[in-house]
């Protein structure tokens, strides 16, 4: 709070928003002027953006804290100072005063080029703004209460394997994002206007019809390779690996790659995650677990990638609402990118596979490279999202996207929806959930109220394939490069064609920039069957 009360304009300003109104409303003598223009209103609206964004950085900033440093008994403060933080932002933001400006600042900007910054910031903005206030108060509040009771009564439910506990709440929260939808508008599906929350402007019949594409080619895929099941044993990934070594590797890897530790900082959580305070502050966190080296090696190059991500956004968005990610989905592309596409590759370990063995004499002594790169590529379809592998993993996000749609428009009851679940494990993976604690129960996302948000974890998939075959067309070098442990080639082309731009381009509208091509799920089966076909022997 201390920059407000050091600026009494900025601090009446929040005071008005609260709907203070002891104190006339300001006037802005100065008009400046772009191109012999007037653009006042584009001006203060910046000034209020700006306000908002740093509301926003300092809320992720006491998040951070939470999961890193902060002691158990801090909680209920923390509570209470996050709340009042999103109280703040939420009203200035939504205050008719910022949408006043923001009808006067288009008006303003009108023959802008569609790519200036101004241009594409009034574009970013008038689709927060729309998302923030088409919901009435007293929805947001309900949804807000609801979703706090239903993930205490999730936890419960998903510990003691008891579906029925859950079942009252995910019906509650199911009638209240129908009532979202509804006010939040869609023309075609009621997803649509879910998934534009997590993606904007993608639309439901197109995410199904990538996914029925996907589906028809990797079921026949993880068929083949579950039937050489047994070939490859990882069993030297489970020997014991000092934490303190992981750690030490997990930095020099990050730091190689292009993660700027000047500009950001690796923490401890327990569940691994990146966070931002602006482009010059991103900070990732990991886990370590002794006997499991895949976990922080893989999530430390996970979240570097989202976090060099965020770092590239042009000095000129910087500390504006443009920086950062066009969505998760293009998010997760990158995550992944430099997760599978790169750290998983042969040619990386080729690099820093003696420097891993130096590094662990003891579990991977006698260890050769060929057994590690299989080891950590192998392919098993399991039960749980979170531990499945590169192959199997966007079959656990099409089970839940159809189940979220199949639930929304009434085919399916929340009464039969463990059975459907469990069904559609068996007919896809070829496993089934014993346990609706191992089934339907396993994730947070819809105690949370966050239905439409795990497709992006497949697009981000799909886009990562031809994101870095797009790189390596264009410097063909970049596959030798990495065998040399040389990442500048490709982290420079990734800011060049995506990262300096922020949130300025919708998801699909980048992709199709970079690439030329509507999004496809062909680019990415083919690399599939390329590179287990290969490990697999098919
Ligand atoms: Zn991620």
Redesign the pocket.
């Known amino acids: 709070m201390r920059d407000f009360l050091n600026n009494p304009d900025q601090f009446l300003r929040h005071l008005q928003a609260a709907g203070y109104t002891g104190v006339p409303p300001q006037t802005i003598a100065r008009c400046p002027i772009w191109k012999g223009a007037c653009v006042e209103h584009l001006t203060q609206l910046k000034e209020r953006l700006t306000e908002v964004h740093n509301l926003a950085g300092a809320s992720a900033l006491l998040g951070w804290d939470q999961q890193v440093n902060m002691p158990p008994g801090g909680a209920i403060h923390r509570a209470a100072q996050l709340a009042t933080l999103s109280k703040l932002h939420h009203e200035l933001f939504t205050a008719e005063e910022t949408g006043r400006l923001l009808e006067a600042a288009e008006a303003e900007a009108q023959g802008l080029p569609y790519d200036s910054d101004d241009a594409s910031l009034l574009r970013v903005t008038r689709h927060d703004y729309d998302l923030a206030t088409k919901l009435p108060t007293a929805l947001v509040a309900e949804l807000t209460r609801v979703t706090s009771l239903a993930h205490e009564a999730w936890a419960k439910a998903r510990a003691n394997d008891d579906y029925a506990a859950f079942k009252p709440w995910l019906k509650q929260i199911l009638d209240l994002t129908l009532q979202a939808a509804g006010h939040l508008g869609y023309e075609d599906r009621i997803y649509d206007a879910l998934i534009d929350q997590y993606e904007p402007g993608m639309k439901t019949a197109q995410v199904a019809a990538l996914f029925d594409e996907l589906k028809a080619a990797q079921i026949p895929l993880i068929q083949a390779i579950a039937a050489q099941r047994g070939r490859i044993d990882n069993s030297i990934l489970k020997r014991e690996y000092p934490e303190a070594a992981q750690e030490a590797f997990g930095r020099m890897v990050a730091r190689q790659l292009g993660y700027d530790f000047e500009r950001g900082r690796l923490d401890r959580a327990v569940h691994p995650f990146t966070t931002g305070f602006g482009s010059n502050d991103i900070r990732i966190t990991t886990r370590y677990e002794s006997r499991w080296l895949p976990g922080s090696l893989f999530g430390t190059i996970?979240?570097s990638g989202?976090a060099m991500y965020e770092q590239g956004s042009a000095a000129a968005i910087s500390g504006t609402p443009l920086e950062g990610g066009a969505s998760l989905g293009i998010?997760?592309s990158q995550?992944r990118l430099w997760e599978n596409l790169v750290g998983r590759s042969r040619a990386f370990w080729m690099y820093f596979f003696p420097r891993l063995q130096a590094a662990f004499p003891a579990p991977l002594e006698g260890v050769d490279l060929d057994t590690f790169y299989r080891a950590i590529n192998r392919v098993e379809p399991s039960l749980i999202r979170v531990e499945a592998d590169e192959v199997t993993y966007n079959l656990h996000i099409i089970i839940r996207f159809e189940i979220e749609n199949d639930l929304l428009e009434g085919r399916l009851s929340v009464d039969d929806a463990p059975e459907a679940w469990n069904a559609k494990y068996e007919g896809y993976l070829g496993v089934r959930p014993p346990t609706n604690r191992e089934g339907i129960l396993q994730d947070v996302h819809w105690s949370g109220g966050m239905i439409g948000y795990f497709p992006t974890y497949t697009l981000g998939n799909l886009m990562s394939v031809p994101f870095f075959d797009k790189a390596v067309a264009a410097h063909p070098a970049i596959p030798d490069e990495i065998a040399r442990g040389e990442f500048g080639t490709l982290l420079g082309w990734l800011r060049d064609n995506i990262y300096r731009h922020g949130r300025k381009y919708q998801p699909a509208e980048l992709y199709e920039r970079v690439t030329g091509e509507k999004i496809s799920a062909q680019p990415y089966v083919a690399y599939l069957r390329q590179k287990y076909g290969e490990i697999y022997d098919l």
């Open positions: 996970h979240e989202h998010h997760e995550s």
